[in-house]
């Protein structure tokens, strides 16, 4: 095992007008899952290829294991990669498909024999090791991929997409058994995908990229609670977080709100240097409390769209000229047109400024 160091990766391709990455540090602790997270084109699989030495950074250092690597031929840096298309032999038997990397490598056959058993074991792919690949399910192809990527014992793992080639049921059971095996091997992975739910369910830590940089790393419950940037609450929760945009009045109570029109919401003390000025409201689809007006307390809504979604109910509803999303019980009944009381627990609210789109409090 060894930690991976990325100091100040920068990365132009030929004729690319924006930096593929952009100053990227990231360190991964000896034995952690890092998961990179990021909409198309924001520079995961460049970052993850740096590591692999695919590819090459126009400035910055990659460091595996204390080792300066950023010049080193892959196959010198002890790393097994595991990429989106299953890549393996369509000519060569499962058995043979595992023990590829270790043939190469000049390891004698009968530890190689030990150990293509060990990986099929605990991949379940023992009954298919006289099969050819495509004799296999694509769960099955893509575990083979897997199981030749962990015989190799590599201080790091690499994986592009493992996953995205598998239709919907097969990635989550393959998720969980992934996510299982690594913890079990221990092995320092790095691990891209745009699927945020995949990112937080395998995660040790999650790094959410924009652009060729990283917005937030952290464990995935903090990415999800806590969105150090808009970008990061937008991205992440389906549906995404709500934003709101408001001027800070001063309260009847001598308090702070954040004025939205025809209502206003408590604005925490420590913001009193917006005082006048916008501040945005970020909240959660399911951080609201929704029922119906019994009293003139809370936020009247009037709900525009109902959606039940079988383990919840999804409502779209007018706020003071806002569009919210908002995630009810699956029991909760209401229609189009109804009026709807919602509360906001105060530590539901995120404040961002509206000029950086930084989490403030
Ligand atoms: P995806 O999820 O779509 O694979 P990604 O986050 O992995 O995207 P990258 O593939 O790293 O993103 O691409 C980052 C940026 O670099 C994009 O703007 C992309 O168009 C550009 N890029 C990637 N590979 C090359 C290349 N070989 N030549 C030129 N530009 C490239």
């Known amino acids: 095992?060894?930690?991976?160091?990325?100091?100040?990766?920068?990365?132009?391709?030929?004729?690319?007008?924006?930096?593929?990455?952009?100053?990227?540090?990231?360190?991964?602790?000896?034995?952690?899952?890092?998961?990179?997270?990021?909409?198309?084109?924001?520079?995961?699989?460049?970052?993850?290829?740096?590591?692999?030495?695919?590819?090459?950074?126009?400035?910055?250092?990659?460091?595996?294991?204390?080792?300066?690597?950023?010049?080193?031929?892959?196959?010198?840096?002890?790393?097994?990669?595991?990429?989106?298309?299953?890549?393996?032999?369509?000519?060569?038997?499962v058995g043979d498909n595992i023990g590829f990397g270790l043939r190469m490598r000049g390891v004698d056959p009968d530890e190689i024999k030990r150990k293509v058993a060990w990986a099929a074991d605990l991949l379940q792919l023992t009954p298919y090791l006289d099969r050819y690949p495509a004799k296999l399910s694509g769960g099955q192809r893509q575990r083979v991929a897997v199981a030749r990527a962990i015989v190799m014992d590599a201080e790091v793992l690499l994986m592009d997409e493992p996953l995205s080639n598998l239709d919907a049921l097969l990635r989550l059971s393959f998720r969980a058994e992934l996510k299982k095996l690594v913890a079990e091997l221990g092995t320092t992975t790095l691990y891209v995908t745009h699927d945020q739910v995949e990112a937080l369910s395998l995660g040790d830590r999650v790094a959410v990229m924009r652009q060729g940089r990283i917005a937030q790393c952290d464990a995935p419950t903090t990415v999800y609670d806590l969105p150090a940037e808009e970008f990061v609450g937008g991205f992440i929760g389906s549906p995404p977080m709500n934003f709101l945009t408001g001027t800070v009045v001063a309260g009847g109570d001598g308090g702070l709100r954040l004025d939205l029109g025809a209502h206003s919401v408590p604005v925490p003390d420590a913001l009193s240097g917006f005082s006048g000025r916008q501040l945005r409201l970020g909240v959660r689809p399911e951080a609201f409390g929704v029922d119906?007006?019994?009293?003139?307390?809370?936020?009247?809504?009037?709900?525009?769209?109902?959606?039940?979604?079988?383990?919840?109910?999804?409502?779209?509803?007018?706020?003071?000229?806002?569009?919210?999303?908002?995630?009810?019980?699956?029991?909760?009944?209401?229609?189009?047109?109804?009026?709807?009381?919602?509360?906001?627990?105060?530590?539901?609210c995120h404040w961002y400024d509206p000029e950086t789109h930084l989490l403030l409090e």
């Open 292 to 348: 119906f007006p019994h009293h003139s307390e809370g936020l009247t809504a009037e709900l525009e769209v109902f959606e039940p979604l079988g383990s919840s109910v999804l409502l779209t509803v007018a706020l003071a000229g806002h569009q919210l999303k908002v995630q009810a019980p699956p029991s909760f009944r209401a229609e189009a047109g109804d009026r709807l009381r919602l509360s906001l627990p105060a530590d539901q």
């Open 1 to 93: 095992m060894a930690e991976i160091e990325l100091h100040n990766l920068v990365k132009t391709y030929p004729g690319g007008t924006t930096r593929a990455t952009d100053d990227v540090s990231l360190h991964v602790a000896d034995g952690e899952f890092m998961v990179l997270l990021g909409p198309s084109g924001c520079g995961k699989t460049t970052l993850l290829r740096m590591v692999a030495g695919l590819e090459l950074p126009d400035d910055g250092q990659v460091v595996i294991g204390g080792r300066d690597v950023t010049y080193l031929e892959p196959r010198r840096r002890n790393l097994s990669m595991v990429f989106q298309s299953y890549a393996v032999f369509p000519h060569r038997k």
